[in-house]
């Protein structure tokens, strides 16, 4: 899967870097068993809009504080630096992981939640993407668990991509079993044929 890099939307573990599946593990603690087959994050141009709303806020504060001449509500502009400050912590701090196993999302600021939803209970899986998600390739994928739950990779790149492989379509071409294992398969048959034709 080709998702982008990992500070944008999401990527196969392959594409990452050492230090990234290091700080997976500083929260996903993982069994020694567990794959990781993807991560990724929300894409970063998110902030776009709360850093237009946190402007906005500037832009009015300093207007009506200039126009009434209250210096007080100059104060109520400091609020607009911290909007977009706010949504860039809050993207940078969601992390999206895909394993063998599971699915993980991690969110919080000030504290951490960590979210996990098994493969085997995936029930139900839906992709949304608005229209500048459909422009620019990215979207939300939403999982509903067997027996309640649910959990949101919001905002990645290539999410029709991470649905594939959260439910497994990615795996499709691959056949079980070893390259051995079908040679001696064919070789069986090739013997039940010749024994039938005699």
Same mark, same amino acid.
């Given at each position: 899967?080709?998702?982008?890099?990992?500070?944008?939307?999401?990527?196969?573990?392959?594409?990452?870097?050492?230090?990234?599946?290091?700080?997976?593990?500083?929260?996903?603690?993982?069994?020694?068993?567990?794959?990781?087959?993807?991560?990724?994050?929300?894409?970063?141009?998110?902030?776009?809009?709360?850093?237009? /709303?946190?402007?906005?806020? /500037?832009? /009015?504060?300093?207007?009506?504080?200039?126009?009434?001449?209250?210096?007080?509500?100059? /104060?109520?502009?400091?609020?607009?630096?911290?909007?977009?400050?706010?949504?860039?912590?809050?993207?940078?701090?969601?992390?999206?992981?895909?394993?063998?196993?599971?699915?993980?999302?991690?969110?919080?600021?000030?504290?951490?939640?960590?979210?996990?939803?098994?493969?085997?209970?995936?029930?139900?899986?839906?992709?949304?993407?608005?229209?500048?998600?459909?422009?620019?390739?990215?979207?939300?994928?939403?999982?509903?668990?067997?027996?309640?739950?649910?959990?949101?990779?919001?905002?990645?790149?290539?999410?029709?991509?991470?649905?594939?492989?959260?439910?497994?379509?990615?795996?499709?071409?691959?056949?079980?079993?070893?390259?051995?294992?079908?040679?001696?398969?064919?070789?069986?048959?090739?013997?039940?044929?010749?024994?039938?034709?005699?």
């Amino acid at each position: 899967m080709t998702g982008g890099d990992s500070s944008n939307g999401g990527s196969t573990v392959a594409e990452s870097s050492e230090e990234t599946v290091a700080a997976i593990d500083d929260w996903l603690a993982r069994g020694d068993d567990e794959t990781v087959r993807w991560e990724g994050r929300p894409r970063i141009q998110t902030v776009i809009p709360a850093a237009v /709303v946190g402007l906005a806020v /500037v832009v /009015v504060a300093a207007v009506a504080a200039t126009a009434n001449g209250v210096s007080e509500l100059a /104060v109520v502009g400091l609020v607009g630096p911290f909007l977009p400050a706010w949504s860039y912590l809050r993207v940078t701090n969601t992390r999206y992981v895909v394993t063998d196993r599971a699915l993980y999302r991690k969110t919080g600021v000030l504290s951490r939640t960590v979210q996990r939803v098994s493969l085997d209970r995936v029930q139900n899986s839906a992709l949304s993407q608005g229209v500048t998600g459909s422009w620019f390739g990215y979207g939300t994928v939403s999982v509903e668990a067997a027996g309640g739950g649910a959990i949101r990779f919001e905002d990645v790149d290539d999410p029709g991509a991470l649905r594939d492989r959260i439910e497994g379509h990615d795996d499709r071409d691959e056949l079980p079993g070893t390259v051995e294992q079908w040679v001696a398969v064919r070789d069986e048959v090739r013997a039940l044929r010749a024994a039938v034709e005699r």
